[in-house]
């Protein structure tokens, strides 16, 4: 018998669900159409919003979904946030990184 999913179970999912299709997105444009600056801002956008979709989570207490395969809790959206705003604002400092290297303006090696 299928289960039945109800918004609650879609709301633990989104963030996720974020994710997997900023990542598919940022793939696909890469095999068909190589644009590091669009790439990196659909990167931006998937990190956005799972954490736009985490929110709720932090007020509606401990919660499972998807017949128990998926639980949150205040604290761990609030970890969830805490990584996204982290790989959100590493992703944000290395965009001048890379404008520098689509225009040229790089070395041979990353590190320098």
Do not use: K
């Not at 989104?14 to 299709?21: C, D, G, K, M, V």
């Not at 444009?29 to 590091?36: E, K, Q, V």
């Not at 989570?57 to 809790?73: C, Q």
Request: proline letters at 5%; aromatic letters at 8%; charged letters at 10%.
């Amino acid at each position: 018998m299928p289960a039945q999913l109800s918004p609650a179970d879609w709301m633990l999912a989104a963030p996720l669900l974020w994710l997997a299709a900023a990542a598919v997105a940022v793939l696909l444009l890469d095999a068909f159409r190589p644009a590091r600056h669009l790439e990196a801002l659909l990167a931006l956008a998937g990190l956005a919003g799972a954490a736009w979709s985490t929110l709720p989570l932090l007020a509606t207490g401990s919660t499972a979904g998807f017949e128990g395969m998926l639980r949150a809790t205040p604290a761990l959206a609030a970890l969830a946030l805490l990584c996204l705003g982290a790989a959100f604002l590493a992703g944000a400092i290395s965009w001048q990184r890379l404008a520098g290297y689509e225009e040229g303006r790089h070395s041979t090696a990353f590190w320098t």
